[in-house]
């Protein structure tokens, strides 16, 4: 996936090289109309922004590369964030850059606010009972819990107790708390960077409560598959939500991705399963990808249908390697931590995708999932076009949280 | 981590016991553990400072009267402080569209919040009233977002009107109205993409669909597992579009649902409804009272107080109370205990309004149901004498043979079910005498939330004094009946788990 993608990146940064070279004769650099085959499907099947309307907002247009923005300080902040990943300027894509700005955008009016005032009143001055309350309000306010903030900032206070520290000190001293808890679970789970494994079946299912974003997050994923090389196919097994069929069938065809289904109404989703595995097997496809439907975790009936789902798939396909999703909402609060511990049981999660985080909202509670749950966070969403999806990154998101 | 609040929360409240007065200083442990619960609830934090603030002005000084202490004072008034905020009757829809000049809601709200749903669900709510409604399908983003509102819209039996994915949303919308005027429809309903509300083009063609159907009614549906940001999507939503009312949806799961206070509190706007399921039919109205007890995590005691009031006899219980303390409870108490709760309702929904009780799941609930009918089983396989004199059976084998063979069970399952029995008896025997070591088995309640004897109408809690102690059940401890609350049982086991 990732060579992949970086002879993608080249490519488009060539292009935006010419662009940029273009851009010296002094017209604004138009968005470059270069849509793969991907996106050219994308806009067939009903993204529908009508012509008659050019202002109105279409997600599906981030579906097109991601076009040279102005050289404004959100692409600044990107390439810092990148930069303090010690990584070159050079292998950051624009693509990552305007990921980032996406990601930056949710959090404007609370970034001014908090650190960089903060830094300024302060200056060098030690760090005092107040400054932590600030602390305590971000973290707080970014849903990361009474419990998870109470831990970071008891680290913090233990640490004052040692040394004098500046303000600067206490949020770098922070940010590695987090990143310390997010990474944790990653770095237990051997595996930096989740992607399938080639020439091998992988089984990948989406679970979660209802309307947080298992279906799209399965197209993009569909997505990204194809543009990685591998056969994938979906399986339809949500059987129960109005139209849930037709949703994920849109999302199969935007990437030519096919989606097995079963007509009837309300029928057994280990059933689809069922028939997806089989026809993976001999079409010898590398991923299929599992849609559920949206179930709350007290729903006992509900909980035992996605056991019995898993159930199938460990017995149907004992070599394959699955991966158990939960798609986690960013802009939900401190019932995720609920969610996870019961998806974790039922379905035996392998991690959690967080969505939505193109929001105002921080996703803090992903903290609490993967200290307390011990899940590490694969993948964030940020945006409902195809290819608002990407990598988790503690670094990345721990800034974004404090957006410092 | 729900019970470990409680339990917080009612440690900080005990050490305004014994005091005459709510003081600025004594007052301040109890003010932090609300802080915390409505956090952990997800209220929004700027939210949680002003209700705590007025809480704290609202307590200190007050009369503590007689009969109540100052802890039971502090609760309540943390309560009515809550539902104050909530509002106080339930608000109903905009109603008053005629067939020529139709009322028009129009649903707004974030991707996945459960606006589609909703809007069905109204429309069903709407056609129980004899209304017609017209569904609009607004949404031409969200793949297959028009299929799913003509599904549910079959389902319920309710037209369902769109242009396609081709169409401006605000051309759809205003087709919509337009249609309904000529065909006589009294109600329209428009469903509208997901937004963020920091998505200044989306917002802004909220307000262009805003403008073109000039609608009665603007719902803002919330997820109710929302969390810090329930403040700010009101906020957006209200300042930019202004809504009238909200839906808070997906309340049959076990989040806390501080969003409700939070949103009433930044827009002033009623919540009208909730949701509590996928199905058409799971819509109802908002209870502030409830709401505020689920907030807080104690349970809908209120609902439950009402129900226990209304359906159980005082001198039953005081006869039972009676036979609870000479351990002389049998086995057709038990028979007459079990028809009182059928009478209340289910298990289950009478479960999740017991404080403590409520993130019970419905498996637990299915156990326990079946639990007890196997037991009802049992005893229905036992003579009047042996129902009288759970002793007999304890002594002779060849009974216990005949109710096994004869309910359907195996001897060992009948000999668990006796032992329990016995040791419940026991049990309960020294609970009524106020002692209550350990409860084994008994994973209930916290038995007494501190206060509980102080909201209106909760006098005694009548009823509950019968129900602790169904075997085999784990059954919730109630609150004893006697005036001093039991110690809450700290280790909780689930049902069926003796
Ligand atoms: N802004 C934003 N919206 C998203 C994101 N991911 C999904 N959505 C939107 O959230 C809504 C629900 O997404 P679905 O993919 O249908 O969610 P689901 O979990 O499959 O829902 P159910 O199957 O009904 O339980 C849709 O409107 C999506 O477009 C995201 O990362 N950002
Ligand atoms: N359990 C439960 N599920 C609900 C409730 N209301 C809605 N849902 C589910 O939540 C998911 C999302 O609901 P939708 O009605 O599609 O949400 P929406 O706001 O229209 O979503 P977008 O149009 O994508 O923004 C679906 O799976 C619904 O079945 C509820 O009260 N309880
Ligand atoms: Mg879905
Ligand atoms: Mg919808």
């Known amino acids: 996936m990732l060579e992949q993608a970086a002879a993608q990146r080249r490519q488009r940064q060539q292009e935006l090289i010419a662009i940029a070279e273009l851009a010296d004769t002094g017209s604004a650099p138009a968005p470059s109309e270069t849509s793969t085959s991907t996106s050219t499907s994308v806009s067939g099947s009903g993204s529908g922004s009508p012509a008659a309307a050019p202002a109105q907002p279409s997600p599906l247009a981030d579906a097109a590369e991601p076009s040279l923005g102005a050289f404004d300080d959100t692409f600044t902040w990107s390439a810092e964030v990148l930069a303090a990943q010690g990584r070159q300027l050079d292998d950051i894509s624009l693509e990552e850059i ?8 949710g959090l404007e009016k609370t970034r001014r606010g908090f650190v960089t005032q903060l830094l300024d009143r302060l200056g060098d001055d030690p760090l005092t009972p107040e400054v932590l309350d600030d602390f305590e309000t971000t973290l707080l306010r970014a849903d990361v819990g009474v419990q998870a903030t109470d831990q970071v900032l008891e680290a913090l206070r233990q640490r004052l107790n040692e040394e004098v520290v500046d303000p600067a000190e206490g949020i770098r001293f922070l940010k590695e708390q987090l990143r310390g808890l997010l990474d944790e679970p990653i770095t237990a789970s051997g595996v930096p960077l989740l992607a399938p494994e080639r020439e091998r079946l992988n089984v990948w299912l989406m679970v979660g409560v209802n309307g947080v974003g298992k279906t799209t997050t399965l197209g993009k994923l569909a997505n990204l598959a194809v543009r990685s090389g591998y056969s994938c196919l979906i399986a339809a097994a949500d059987t129960f939500r109005a139209a849930a069929v037709q949703q994920v069938q849109i999302w199969g065809d935007r990437s030519g991705v096919a989606v097995i289904a079963n007509p009837s109404a309300n029928a057994d989703p280990a059933a689809v399963v069922y028939d997806a595995i089989g026809a993976a097997q001999s079409k010898g496809t590398e991923l299929v990808l599992v849609d559920t439907a949206g179930r709350l975790q007290t729903k006992h009936n509900l909980m035992e249908e996605l056991a019995k789902v898993r159930r199938i798939i460990d017995k149907l396909a004992p070599d394959a390697a699955v991966e158990s999703l939960l798609v986690l909402d960013a802009s939900q609060g401190q019932n995720g931590l609920r969610q996870a511990m019961a998806f974790a049981k039922a379905a035996g999660l392998t991690g959690v995708v967080l969505t939505k985080l193109d929001g105002s909202a921080r996703g803090g509670v992903a903290i609490a999932v993967a200290h307390e749950a011990g899940l590490p966070i694969r993948f964030i969403g940020a945006g409902e076009g195809i290819r608002d999806l990407r990598p988790f990154n503690s670094f990345e998101f721990v800034e974004a949280l404090l957006a410092v | 981590m729900f019970d470990e609040l409680s339990q917080r929360f009612e440690d900080a409240v005990k050490s305004l016991r014994g005091q005459d007065k709510i003081t600025e200083t004594n007052v301040e442990g109890a003010l932090q553990q609300v802080r915390r619960a409505l956090l952990d609830a997800d209220v929004s934090l700027p939210v949680v400072r002003a209700f705590v603030d007025e809480v704290r002005s609202r307590a200190v000084g007050s009369e503590v009267v007689r009969g109540i202490s100052p802890d039971q004072k502090f609760i309540q008034l943390v309560h009515e402080q809550l539902v104050e905020t909530m509002g106080g009757a339930n608000a109903p829809l905009a109603a008053g569209g005629t067939a020529g000049a139709p009322t028009v809601i129009l649903m707004a709200g974030l991707q996945g919040a459960g606006k589609t749903t909703a809007t069905a669900k109204l429309g069903l709510h709407l056609k129980d009233q004899g209304r017609k409604a017209l569904l609009v399908g607004a949404d031409v983003y969200r793949p297959a977002a028009i299929e799913q509102l003509r599904t549910l819209g079959g389902q319920i039996g309710v037209e369902v009107f769109s242009l396609g994915t081709e169409a401006r949303p605000e051309a759809i919308a205003a087709a919509g109205i337009a249609k309904a005027r000529e065909e006589g429809f009294d109600t329209v309903l428009v469903d509208t993409a997901g937004r963020l509300q920091i998505d200044t083009a989306m917002m802004e063609e909220m307000v ?22 329930a403040a700010e999507l009101t906020r957006a939503f209200h300042e930019q579009v202004g809504i009238t009312g909200a839906v808070l949806t997906k309340l049959d799961g076990d989040s806390r649902g501080g969003a409700a206070l939070s949103i009433r509190k930044v827009s002033g706007a009623p919540i009208k409804f909730i949701g509590t399921g996928e199905k058409v039919e799971a819509l109802q109205p908002f209870h502030p009272e409830r709401m505020a007890s689920r907030i807080l995590g104690m349970g809908d005691v209120l609902t439950l107080v009402e129900k226990a009031t209304k359906e159980v006899e005082l001198a039953d219980v005081a006869r039972m109370q009676q036979k609870l303390q000479e351990a002389t409870f049998d086995f057709s108490d038990f028979v007459q205990q079990m028809r009182l709760i059928k009478r209340m309702g289910s ?74 029995f016995q040791k419940m008896r026991g049990l309960m025997q020294q609970m009524s005498r106020g002692g209550m070591p350990g409860m084994p088995g008994m994973g209930g309640m916290p038995g007494g939330f501190p206060g509980m004897g102080g909201f209106p109408g909760m006098g005694g809690m009548p009823g509950m004094g019968g ?32």
């Open chain 2, 467 to 498: 129900m602790p102690g169904m075997p085999g059940m784990g059954a919730p401890a109630g609150r004893g009946g006697a005036p001093k609350p039991a110690r809450p049982a700290k280790k909780r086991k689930g049902f069926g788990q003796l």
């Open chain 2, 208 to 229: 262009r669909i805003r403008e073109a159907v000039q609608p009665d009614e603007v719902l803002l549906v919330v997820d109710s597992m929302i969390g810090q940001e």
């Open chain 1, 98 to 105: 305007d990921w980032l700005g996406r990601l930056r955008r």
């Open chain 2, 347 to 420: 298990l289950g929904g009478l479960m999740k309004m017991i404080p403590g009780m409520n993130k019970i799941d419905d498996g637990m609930l299915k156990q326990g149901e079946q639990q007890l009918k196997k037991i009802e089983a049992m005893i229905g396989s036992m003579t009047q004498q042996e129902r009288e004199q759970p002793d007999l059976l304890a002594s002779q084998p060849s009974r216990r043979r005949r109710i096994a063979s004869g309910s359907g069970h195996s001897p060992a399952e009948v000999d668990k079910v006796l032992t329990d």
